[in-house]
């Protein structure tokens, strides 16, 4: 089983909807999430951190579930800008971070 | 700021060639990471270093690969022997640490390998 598991997708969806991504990682040691978006041969870039009380930025909210160990991303009123690939990262004390493989959303008009 | 910078950008080497890959991390950030992605195994990381020293290389695959930090502001990721299978793009990462925070990796460009 891997540390980090994220649903592959691809998730297609028209502009203007509500799409959500759930991640679940295995390490109950682990104390920093975040999530990261990758565009077609870039790399990564931080989207957000994960709080243990849920957070928001704008149309992205970040939520962490440390008894079920999972963390999600919902994003609302989404644009064709958003298609992109969706990593979740999730970091130990010592500083060591795992990868999921990532989500693949494309937004079409 | 710069941000992570990388070089080279690409890449490409026969096999059995040595290659080097380098790594400026951002000025102030005292963890360096570097990671290799493929369509088969995703982001992996391979190594690393917490203020210039290797913390776990762990995700080296094999004696063929060794990595570098010889100060704050330089590091590098050598393969020799390269094979084809070492064809990927590798990342170099740096972190700040920030007491009493989140706070996320900063990723340079990346080199696109390709051994031939």
């Known amino acids: 089983r891997k540390e980090v598991e994220q649903d592959p997708g691809p998730f297609n969806v028209p502009e203007g909807a509500t799409v959500a991504f759930n991640c679940t990682y295995s390490?109950?040691?682990?104390?920093?999430f975040f999530w990261y978006r990758q565009d077609c041969r870039k790399e990564p870039k931080l989207l957000m951190s994960?709080?243990?009380s849920g957070n928001e930025d704008g149309r992205f909210t970040a939520q962490l579930n440390r008894a079920s160990q999972y963390i999600s991303l919902l994003i609302r009123d989404s644009k064709l800008s958003d298609s992109a690939t969706y990593l979740c990262v999730v970091m130990t004390n010592a500083g060591k971070s795992t990868f999921g493989d990532g989500t693949t959303l494309t937004v079409k008009p | 700021d710069a941000g992570v910078i990388q070089s080279p950008r690409h890449e490409v080497t026969e096999m059995g060639q040595e290659v080097t890959l380098r790594c400026k991390p951002i000025?102030?950030?005292?963890?360096l990471f570097w990671y290799r992605q493929t369509m088969m195994r995703g982001l992996e990381l391979l190594i690393y270093f917490n203020n210039n020293v290797p913390i776990d290389d762990s995700g080296m695959p094999e004696d063929r690969f060794s990595a570098k930090m010889p100060n704050a502001s330089f590091s590098t990721l050598k393969i020799q022997p390269s094979e084809p299978r070492d064809s990927a793009v590798y990342f170099c990462a740096s972190r700040g640490e920030r007491t009493g925070g989140n706070y996320g990796y900063t990723f340079g460009s990346g080199t696109r390998l390709t051994v031939v």
């Open positions: 994960v709080y243990s």
């Open positions: 390490n109950s040691a682990s104390q920093s």
């Open positions: 000025s102030g950030h005292d963890y």
